[in-house]
Structures are given as structure tokens and as C-alpha cells.
């Protein structure tokens, strides 16, 4: 059942203003000391996370980030790959000091995260958007799916944060459709369930046998995760600390939660014969 309210601990990442200048000196030290965590030599995880315009949204994910408890179990790195931002995305991360990389023109989601990827140093890889808010213990649940055996790959639901004032009620009936969808797709497309806000993988193997290079058809992170799938398990995890809390910016995109909703449902309907029967994994 998806959740019905918002957490507790979400609230101390919706404070007024989007930019450092907009913020309190507290908040701003609070963050900087959390951030700081990730700067170590030799990391065993490595957080990637691309951006591109992203500044009305990017201090959010941030102060979650530094919230994260896993910096303090593991060697972490941050690492954020600036897709060519035309706003102040890359002066948010320069103030921060966070280690990031700058496109000079925007590439693509995809180039984004094989960047990303190619930098990082961690023998496990967390995926994340600046879109998103992550819980304190976020990652450390990914980090044990992968220590088991043959899995490559662990990836984890999300519920969205209202905009505008609307009832969180009014988004449970996407998350339901979702949870039920994910459901069916682990018969035979589970690749499709994994998203690149909210997943994790290894390094090694991801370098030797994944791929982001999705056709015209596909998306990067299911793309990464069916090829993948081919040389080890995908796992999903149900564990609270695997449920990130996400912006409702693509269903506003779709003309609100009705249409968006109604969008939804007409195209995996379309799909379910594929969930159900066909074995073969496509090449996209």
C-alpha cells in the first residue's frame, strides 16, 4: 500500500528558497558539514547523479543528501554531472565544493550518466536525480541486495510530493497502479520497473557488460538494467528506506493526475500480453 502522508523527516528539506542566497546560515552549515562526508580518497560507493537546469529543485536533493546515513557506514563520493545547465545549477554546486563534472552544451540523460559512471571510483553505484528527496538510510538497503549472490543489480519504488496544494491522497492511485505493474513485470520485464532516481548497481560489471545506450524506443536506466539482467539477478527491494519521495513534475507534464493517470493506463494496458507472456528480452 503506498504511503498516504509525507514523512517527517521530509519537512526538513522543503525550507523556503532554492538558492544559497534565498537560505539561513544554519541550513546552509547543516548541509555543508553533510556534503563535506563525501569527499574521501578511496570510496567503496559512489553516488552519480546528473543534472540539467535544475535549480529551482537541486538544494533539496542536496540537504537530503547530507542527511544520508550511509556516509557514515561507508567510504561514499558524490559525484554530479552537469548536463550543460543554461540556469545556476553549476553555481549551487560550486558553492557546495561538490566534486562535479560541466558539459559545455547539453549531451543527453544518457552520455550524462556514462560520465557519471566513468568517474566514479566505488565498488557499488547509486543512481539518483535532483528531482528527488531520498530518505536517511537510502542506499544502505541497495548496498546489501548486492552482496548477495548473482545480483547485479537492486532498484526501489518512489511516491511523489504533491505540488500546488494538492491532497497527497489524490496521488495513491498512480502508486497503486504502479505497485501492481511492478508486480508484473518481474515475470518477464523487470528491467522496465527500474528507474535512475532510485537504483543501484556494481561498477565492474556495469563497465564491462551494462550499457546506457538506449535506441529511440528505450530509456537509459531500464537500458542499463536488461543488459544487466543478462549476467546476474535484478532485485527489487520493498525495504521503507528504498522509497524515495519524487517531484509530480512528469504527471503535470501530462496534463495534470487525471490525464496523466488515464495516460498511463492506456499504454500499459497495451503491454500486459508482453508482461504476462512473452519470455524473450528484446534488444530495447
Same mark, same amino acid.
Given at each position: 500500500?503506498?504511503?498516504i502522508?509525507?514523512?517527517? !523527516? ?5 525550507f523556503?528558497g532554492?538558492?544559497p542566497?534565498e537560505? +539561513?546560515?544554519?541550513?546552509?552549515g547543516r ?7 563525501f569527499?574521501?580518497n ?5 553516488i ?7 535549480e529551482?529543485?537541486? *538544494?533539496?536533493?542536496?540537504?537530503? @543528501?547530507?542527511?544520508?546515513?550511509? %556516509?557514515? $557506514?561507508?567510504p561514499c563520493e558524490?559525484?554530479i ?7 545556476e545549477?553549476?553555481?549551487? =554546486? +560550486?558553492?557546495f565544493?561538490i566534486t562535479?563534472?560541466? @558539459? ?10 556514462? %560520465?557519471?559512471?566513468? =568517474?566514479?571510483?566505488?565498488?557499488f553505484? =547509486?543512481? %539518483? +536525480? /535532483?528531482d528527488?528527496?531520498y ?6 538497503p541497495?548496498?546489501e /541486495? ?7 543489480? /537492486?532498484?526501489g519504488? $518512489?511516491a511523489? *510530493? ?7 491522497w489524490k496521488?495513491?492511485?498512480?502508486e497503486t497502479?504502479?505497485s !501492481? ?9 523487470e528491467?522496465?520497473n527500474v $528507474?535512475?532516481?532510485?537504483? /543501484? ?7 564491462k ?5 538506449h535506441t529511440?524506443?528505450g530509456?537509459?536506466?531500464? $537500458? ?8 546476474g539477478r ?10 524515495? !519521495?519524487?517531484? +509530480? ?5 501530462d496534463?495534470?493526475l487525471?490525464?496523466? @493517470?488515464l ?11 508482453e508482461y ?5 528480452v528484446?534488444?530495447?
Amino acid at each position: 500500500m503506498p504511503p498516504i502522508r509525507l514523512p517527517q !523527516w521530509l519537512f526538513m528539506h522543503q525550507f523556503p528558497g532554492s538558492r544559497p542566497e534565498e537560505i +539561513d546560515e544554519l541550513t546552509l552549515g547543516r548541509i555543508q558539514r553533510g556534503l563535506d562526508r563525501f569527499k574521501v580518497n578511496e570510496p567503496l560507493v559512489s553516488i552519480v547523479m546528473p543534472v540539467y537546469n535544475e535549480e529551482e529543485n537541486l *538544494i533539496y536533493t542536496l540537504s537530503s @543528501f547530507a542527511e544520508l546515513t550511509i %556516509a557514515n $557506514h561507508f567510504p561514499c563520493e558524490l559525484i554530479i554531472v552537469n548536463d550543460g545547465s543554461l540556469d545556476e545549477t553549476n553555481q549551487i =554546486l +560550486d558553492f557546495f565544493d561538490i566534486t562535479h563534472i560541466q @558539459f559545455a552544451e547539453n549531451k543527453g540523460i544518457k552520455d550524462a550518466r556514462q %560520465a557519471g559512471l566513468k =568517474l566514479a571510483k566505488g565498488q557499488f553505484i =547509486l543512481q %539518483a +536525480d /535532483a528531482d528527488s528527496i531520498y530518505p536517511p538510510g537510502w542506499g544502505i538497503p541497495f548496498i546489501e /541486495a548486492l552482496q548477495r549472490d548473482s545480483v547485479v543489480l /537492486a532498484y526501489g519504488k $518512489h511516491a511523489f *510530493i504533491p505540488s500546488g496544494n494538492r491532497p497527497r491522497w489524490k496521488y495513491l492511485l498512480h502508486e497503486t497502479l504502479r505497485s !501492481w505493474l511492478y508486480n508484473l513485470r518481474r515475470i518477464n520485464r523487470e528491467y522496465i520497473n527500474v $528507474h535512475g532516481f532510485n537504483s /543501484a548497481f556494481l561498477r565492474k560489471e556495469a563497465l564491462k557488460y551494462g550499457s546506457y545506450d538506449h535506441t529511440e524506443n528505450g530509456s537509459e536506466d531500464g $537500458h542499463m538494467a536488461m543488459t544487466l539482467m543478462k549476467i546476474g539477478r535484478l532485485q527489487y527491494v520493498s525495504h521503507p528506506d528504498a522509497l524515495v !519521495w519524487t517531484s +509530480d513534475r512528469r504527471i503535470m507534464a501530462d496534463g495534470g493526475l487525471r490525464k496523466g @493517470f488515464l495516460k498511463r493506463l492506456r499504454r500499459e494496458s497495451r503491454r500486459l500480453w508482453e508482461y504476462l507472456t512473452v519470455q524473450e528480452v528484446p534488444k530495447d
